[in-house]
């Protein structure tokens, strides 16, 4: 563990445009390449004579990877600059970006939009700007991608900007200080290095804008929410739920309650990388015990919060969701599988209350008798069993879910009201 600080990062932007090659780039410039693939060119290069490692060398491998189905991808690789810990986040296209964005461990905190300079703002380029909107992206850097195509043509940049500029104000996505800048992510221009291709910008390159990102605050103002993903028995200390600190501090001699199990009792012990510890923070994987409290008390699902401020059981909650993909339309009834924090609990939608325009926000119709994939609108839902679910303008953290069908994300959301 370093003491650099860490930040989750999302790679958003339509396919092809360059997200890939970009993080390629970002893990070759920043000396990042996973030690895997250094050690395959090593004895590649023992054994053919190859030259020096190139980045070309990196994005083959990576490719490879990808199309061999490993879980190895361009998601989930990590890379260290100057002044932070960069994990990539999954990237929209990889199959349960959605789900992961919003339910857990890898909630971004900024992204990087990758607009080509050729093609401009296309349909994904819209749908993700608007997803990183909902979820609460605190901040995008926009990477106008490709100029070497469009010869590093500035009045071609600036066209590009114009419209993602004008994307951000139809879904009013408050961008004053996005940055713009272009860039190859197969050439490398301006991503570690000023780029001489493009002698008319002067802004910052690309790792420079990475490094200037402001410090994700952890929530610890928050109350305490934290979901249970794992309850063990261990012998000598008794039952322990294992789970992550969504919001607020954990101290032992705190009373806390589960919910929506409906048990509490007062911590004991914490403990965090096999140390006892007496307090845990936003962020922190902790195992912890709880006076009184057996293993079938309490299950995956619960959320522990303080005896006097607990996680509200939501009755029916009203929401506001995106639908991704969904074979035909979804009408009142259904009922597809609602994935928040740590729990999957089965939930019918029982009214569509809005339709909303997905580029604007507004208002689109009262009352639709469906939705469909690409429609946003805000639903009434009505969980099968007992469901911790809160408002995401109190905590965040709680706030979000993917709703999940026939093995696919269908939905993504964020929870308006909850009605206990
Ligand atoms: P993704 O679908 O957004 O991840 O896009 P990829 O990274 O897979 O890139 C799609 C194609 O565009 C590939 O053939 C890349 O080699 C190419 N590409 C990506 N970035 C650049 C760039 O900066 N310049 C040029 N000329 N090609 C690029």
Known sequence: MTDTPHQNLAIIGHVDHGKSTLVGRLLFETGSVPEHIIE??????????KGGFEFAYVMD???EERE????????HQEFTTDTYDFTIVDCPGHRDFVKNMITGASQADNAVLVVAADDGVAPQTQEHVFLARTLGIDELIVGINKMDIV??????FRAVVEEVKQLFNQVRFDTEDASFIPISAFEGDNIAEPS???????????????????????????????????????SGIGTVPVGRVETGVLNTGDSVSFRPSDVGGEV??????????P?????????????????????RG??????????????????????????SVITPGYTPVFHAHTAQVAGTIESLDKKMDPSSGEVAEENPDYIEAGDAAVVTVRPQKPLSIEPSDEIPELGSFAIRDMGQTVAAGKVLAVSE
């Open 40 to 49: 395959q060119h090593r004895k590649e290069a023992e054994e053919k004579g």
């Open 61 to 63: 491998n990576l490719a």
């Open 68 to 75: 061999r189905g490993l879980t190895i991808d361009i998601a």
């Open 151 to 156: 010869d590093y043509d500035e009045d071609r």
């Open 196 to 234: 001489d291709n493009t002698p008319w910008y002067n802004g910052r390159t690309l790792l420079e804008a990475l490094n200037d990102l402001p410090a994700p605050e952890p929530p610890t103002d928050a109350p305490l929410r934290l979901p249970i993903q794992d309850v063990y028995t261990i």
């Open 268 to 277: 004991k012990t914490i403990e965090m990388h096999h140390e006892e510890v």
């Open 279 to 299: 307090t845990a923070e936003p962020g922190d994987n902790v195992g912890f015990n709880v006076r009184g409290i057996g293993k079938d008390d309490i299950r």
């Open 302 to 327: 619960d959320v522990c919060g303080p005896a006097d401020d607990p996680p509200s059981v939501a009755e029916t909650f009203q929401a506001q969701i995106v639908v991704m993909q969904h074979p």
